[in-house]
């Protein structure tokens, strides 16, 4: 075993119990069993909590909205989840005529993939994780960007209007948003100088929340949009186009797709939290639950923000993206990347001054970007007189 | 070290077939469930077609979409292959100092350009 698997105590222990009654020919033995015991413990670890935050959402959003939410099964309604899958489950499975079958089937499989596996990589703990590769927030990047196919394969597939609209729809918004989320992460990567998850944690003299507030709040919003949620749900806006790629879906498969959706936050979450709150580390407490508190934190960001917000419209949200969200991202760089040219290896003083000056660029680059754009970021031909034609303002040809 | 490194994607290997089993045996045991008579299959022609609001559909189940999504894939494309630059530069921006920072600053500054030029004439907006 080489220095990064040693150092993987969560597996390595695994491994040495299996290789001390297996004969030593069957060592890829040993380490096939050991890899499956942990990938599955963590699989199913996430699904499990994912499965809880439904609930914890639900109930949440029930109080957000002057309403109980679940509340009838088991105490305070707990086991509503294992109500639904059971629901779910024993749903007639409905396939319209007309539905490319293979790729209909697939689409579901395919969006759980990724919620899945982004977890390969995120430290859950000190020395706990599945994996620790060298690009660790690339392989994420890359992982979760297949999401973006099974939406699409979703709604081509259904062979219905609504489903199409929801899925073209769907990849604008997903890809719009893909390079300011790409971009946030930079800042990240210069002040740390390394792409592997654990790096990123063990750079962190201060949270990087403090060095990189821009790079945070893109981030957050920007991820927000990745999942479909509320502020930025065109993709599946009931009033307008039923419900997006789902609109053909039902049973088991329509379970995945919830499911996947609900453990998108759960990822996102977790990325943040080591990203930029310092991942596992913290006094007193065991650094799992010191993780799993700041995942818990940076879920109830997301869910607070879906509570609130009413749905924006398609320019609205495209123009948000490529107007302001983009600009900001390169901004942050090119200031990060002269900080961290003036201060190489800064001292504690140093760090405190780089976040002081990365507060007042994010704040003023804010407020000026949404003075200057205000209203003329979504600026949009005023609405249509009765008379004309079609809907259209009169004499109004794009 | 090599060694190593196989060990890591092997991990993730196993994680990616776990990953997809886990999906597929949930809608494995929904068949299951169907095949024991629990779960019901009754289909017929108004239940199978297309969900249209409750209307009969009109014309062809292929609508054509927006010219607008080419624009923005393009835009895409050109952005996305920005950052894949920026992500060795910002590894490796410590050892390699003010003349890389210059250097991205050009290409980037370049980019920029194509980025005005796209709101300049309207391909950020949507009508």
Partial sequence: MGPVTQANSFYRNLYGWFDSWLPDSLDWLAYLLAALVVVFAVANLVLVITILFTWVERRLLGRFQARLGPNRWGPWGVLQPIADAIKLLSKEDIRPEGVDRWVFNIAPVLLFVPAVLVFAVIPLGKNTYVANLNIGILFIIAVSAVSTLAIFMAGWASGNRYSLFGAARGVAQLISYEVPMVLSVVGVILLAGSLSLVDLVEAQDIPFLLLQPLGFIIFFLASSAEMNRTPFDLVEAESEIVAGYLTEYSGMKFGLFQLAEFAAPFGASAIMATLFLKGWEGPVLPSHLWFFLKVCLLWFLFLWLRATLPRLRVDQIMGFAWKLLFPLGVLNIFVTAAEVLAWPDPSTAQLWTMAGINWGVAIGSLVVASRLAGNKLTSRPPLAPMHGKGGRPLGERG | ?127
């Fill in chain 2, 1 to 127: 070290m090599l060694e190593d490194y196989f060990r890591q994607y092997g991990l993730i290997a196993v994680f990616i077939a776990v990953a997809v089993a886990l999906p597929t045996s949930l809608l494995l045991l929904s068949w299951a469930l169907s095949l024991a008579r629990i779960r019901p299959h009754k289909p017929n022609p108004v239940k199978s077609s297309p969900y249209e609001c409750g209307m009969e559909i009109i014309g062809s189940r292929w609508v054509r979409f927006n010219f607008r999504y080419y624009t923005f894939a393009l835009l895409f494309v050109v952005f996305d292959v920005e950052t894949v630059f920026l992500y060795p530069w910002a590894v490796y921006f410590k050892q390699l100092g003010l003349f890389a920072l210059i250097e991205m600053l050009v290409f980037v500054l370049i980019l920029m350009v194509a980025w005005a030029y796209a709101w300049r004439n309207k391909a950020l907006e949507w009508r």
